[in-house]
C-alpha cells in the first residue's frame, strides 16, 4: 500500500513560520492531486491548499497571501510553507495524495496520520 508521512509541524509564535512535508511512499506509478487538510479542536476537517499534478494551485481564502504549497515529483513530496502565522492557524494539518500504484492501476486517495502546528505566544 502507499503511504504518505507528514513532517514539519511544530510550535511557533504569531508571525512566525514553519514548512511541513508529506512524502509519499511505496510502489507509486503517478500522483495526481495533493492537498493539505487541517482540523482544529471541536472544528470540522477543512481543505487548506491543494496542487494539482501539472502545477495549478488553490488556496483558502484565509491563508491566501500567507501559505504556499509546491511538490517535488522526483521526491513524491508535497511541501506547504506557511509564514506570518496566526492562532487560528493552529490545528493537526493532514496531507492527502490521489495516487495511481504500480501494482494496482486504479487511482486511490491516501491520508497522512497528521502533523500538529500550533501558533501561540
Known amino acids: 500500500q502507499v503511504q504518505l508521512v507528514e513532517s514539519g509541524g511544530g510550535f511557533v509564535q504569531p508571525g512566525g513560520s514553519l514548512r511541513l512535508s508529506c512524502t509519499a511512499s511505496g510502489r507509486i506509478f503517478r500522483i495526481f492531486e495533493m492537498s493539505w487538510y487541517r482540523q482544529a479542536p471541536g472544528k470540522q476537517r477543512e481543505l487548506v491548499s491543494s496542487?494539482?499534478?501539472?502545477?495549478?494551485?488553490n488556496y483558502v481564502d484565509p491563508v491566501k497571501g500567507r501559505f504556499i504549497i509546491s511538490r517535488d515529483d522526483a521526491q513524491n513530496t508535497v511541501y506547504l510553507q506557511m509564514d506570518s502565522l496566526k492562532p487560528e492557524d493552529t490545528a493537526v494539518y493532514y496531507c492527502?495524495?490521489?495516487?495511481?500504484?504500480?501494482?494496482?492501476?486504479?487511482?486511490?486517495?491516501?491520508w497522512g496520520q497528521g502533523t500538529q502546528v500550533t501558533v501561540s505566544s
Open positions: 492527502a495524495a490521489n495516487v495511481q500504484s504500480a501494482a494496482i492501476l486504479n487511482v486511490v486517495g491516501y
Open positions: 496542487i494539482m499534478r501539472t502545477g495549478i494551485t
